[in-house]
């Protein structure tokens, strides 16, 4: 009785003592020997070290007491001593009367090449992925940082056109405090020369001095919020105080071309943000709005800023103006990198691809509306913060200033 089917797949039978006592065609040609060879021979032979501590530690145990096991994914070893992995299945079968042993085991292995290609493959494939992945983490952090740079960038060239009228609106209260100054001191001598008093007016002008003094530090403090190098995280900002500080770094843009009115509700809406990088949004829009005004009296055009707090947990920031609005053309191309209609020299085309990206770092959108000929609304959307925080900050006036 013949215990090895002539199957396509390998087929050795071996007793207890693990010698192999009949093999099939497909057994011998996967093994690489003469298929006449192979009775007599011990199967740990044609078994690697790893295979053989298997079958002995897992697979003989478990035929002794369940008879038969399956799927088990091992290697084998041919005459060449080649490794050739196999999926096996042993069964534990009765002896015939021919033999002295009270059984055998059968096995039926089947070449395993394909899938341990695919399986390489597979390796391959992840490994291939893994890399891909972090080459593209490391192109979003260049990009980011890229990103960070040119916002930074677009701050400085902001600071850079907006410093001559910077100057200008620090100059102007310096000239009547230094002039107050001059007063208070000349009245401080000849009334220490017993020539003169003081005068009544003496608490009007240090009440004017003083005003002129804060209306610098405003200015100070506005730049120094634009300028700031880190970008701090996200906090509790009050919408009324971003304004306020946008509003006094871009008046000599505004106040020669139009009016600028604030429209912001008390208590302000207070975003979740980063008050320097909003600055950098509304002297941005703020700007180009003054920019857009067409050649007529600055009565007739016309800049408004509202905030309002909504009822879906956003904050709305409109910036509207009369002014010659735009083309569907441009409109198309607004928010394009380097994209710009003013002269040469006078803007990068940055503005308001670095306002989009700002506002969208922070959860929020931007959009706008625009008609040629009547003008633009761009609208910005915040999240609100949990809780408004009390800054204590006063509210800009309804228009800008005059000049003193």
């Known amino acids: 009785m013949s215990f090895v089917p002539e199957l396509p797949c390998g087929c050795l039978c071996f007793d207890e003592q693990r010698v192999i006592l009949e093999a099939n065609d497909a057994a011998a040609r996967l093994l690489e020997c003469d298929r006449a060879s192979l009775p007599g021979q011990r199967l740990s032979a044609f078994l690697p070290v790893a295979s053989r501590m298997f079958l002995q530690s897992h697979v003989f145990p478990a035929l002794i007491e369940h008879g038969s096991l399956d799927e088990i994914y091992l290697s084998l070893q041919t005459v060449a001593r080649t490794e050739v992995p196999v999926l096996m299945s042993v069964r534990r079968v009765q002896a015939d009367a021919g033999h002295d042993d009270k059984g055998h085991y059968l096995c039926a292995f089947q070449p395993m090449r394909r899938r341990q290609l695919a399986e390489r493959e597979l390796i391959h494939f992840r490994e291939a992925a893994d890399r891909a992945a972090l080459a593209e983490q490391e192109a979003l952090s260049q990009v980011r940082e890229v990103q960070a740079q040119l916002a930074f960038q677009d701050r400085l060239a902001a600071i850079g056109t907006l410093a001559a009228g910077v100057a200008h609106e620090i100059n102007n209260p310096l000239t009547f405090v230094m002039g107050n100054l001059l007063v208070l001191g000349e009245r ?102 003054a920019h857009a005004m067409p050649a007529r009296p600055v009565d007739a055009n016309h800049i408004i800023v509202r905030a309002r707090a909504l009822g879906t947990g956003v904050a709305r920031i409109e910036v509207e103006d009369n002014g010659s609005g735009m083309s569907s053309a441009v409109q198309a191309r607004i928010f394009e990198p380097f994209f710009t209609t003013k002269p040469a020299g006078v803007g990068t085309g940055l503005g308001l691809s670095i306002c989009r990206g700002i506002i969208a770092s922070l959860g929020g959108t931007i959009e ?30 309804a228009t800008t200033p005059r000049p003193a």
């Open 188 to 289: 401080l001598q000849a009334a220490q020369r017993g020539e003169g008093t003081l005068g009544d007016d003496l608490s009007a002008l240090l009440t004017e001095t003083h005003d002129g003094v804060e209306r610098i530090r405003g200015i100070v403090v506005s730049l120094r919020s634009l300028s700031r190098v880190d970008q701090g995280e996200s906090a509790p900002v009050d919408l009324a105080t971003v304004v306020a500080h946008a509003q006094r770094l871009a008046a000599h843009e505004v106040r020669p071309r139009g009016t600028l009115t604030i429209d912001i509700p008390s208590p302000a809406p207070v975003v979740t943000g980063d008050e320097g990088r909003l600055v950098q949004v509304l002297v941005n829009l703020l700007v180009n709005a």
């Open 368 to 397: 706008f509306v625009s008609l040629e000929g009547e003008g633009t609304v761009v609208r910005v959307m915040l999240p609100l913060a949990a809780a408004p925080a009390a800054t204590g900050t006063k509210h800009p006036p």
